[in-house]
C-alpha cells in the first residue's frame, strides 16, 4: 500500500512540475516580429495574394508601427477604428503594412492595408484603400 502511495506522489509532483513548466513558458514574453518578418506575414493576407494573382503586381510601399499605447489610444478614438484595433490584445503593439496593387494593363490601382499583431504575428485587419488613377513608373 505504501508503495501505490508512493508512486501516486511521484506522479502528481511530475504533473505539477509539467504544468507550473507550461504556465511559465507560455508567460514569458517573447522579441516582437521585425519589421521584414511582418511584410512576409502580410504576402498571406487575401487582399494581398488577390492583387498579386487578379492584377500581377504588388508591392510593400510602406511599413508603420505603432506600438501599444498608439494602439489603446486607436481603439478610444473612434468607433470604426475601435472596432479594428479592438482585436489586438491590450499591450501588443502593431505593424501596418500598405501594399500597391496595379490593375493589369491600367495605369490604376489601389493600396491594400494588412494589420498584424507585432507580439504574435496573427494578421488582423485587411482593407483596399485608395484608388489611384495615375501611377509613377516603376
Not at 504588388?58 to 478614438?77: D, G, I, T
Request: without cysteine.
Amino acid at each position: 500500500m505504501n508503495m501505490r502511495l508512493a508512486k501516486a506522489t511521484v506522479f502528481l509532483l511530475i504533473m505539477a512540475a509539467i504544468f507550473v513548466t507550461s504556465v511559465v513558458s507560455l508567460s514569458t514574453p517573447r522579441e516582437p516580429i521585425t519589421r521584414e518578418e511582418a511584410m512576409h506575414i502580410s504576402k498571406n493576407s487575401k487582399l494581398v495574394k488577390e492583387g498579386m494573382v487578379t492584377n500581377g503586381y504588388s508591392r510593400v510601399v510602406e511599413v508603420n508601427y505603432s506600438n501599444s499605447s498608439m494602439v489603446e489610444q486607436m481603439k478610444k478614438l473612434s468607433a470604426e477604428k475601435g472596432e479594428i484595433y479592438g482585436r489586438v490584445p491590450e499591450g501588443h503593439g502593431i505593424w501596418q503594412v500598405i501594399w500597391r496593387a496595379r490593375v493589369r494593363g491600367t495605369l490604376m490601382g489601389y493600396l491594400v492595408i494588412v494589420l498584424i499583431d507585432a507580439e504574435t504575428g496573427t494578421l488582423y485587419y485587411e482593407t483596399k484603400g485608395v484608388a489611384f488613377e495615375v501611377w509613377e513608373l516603376d
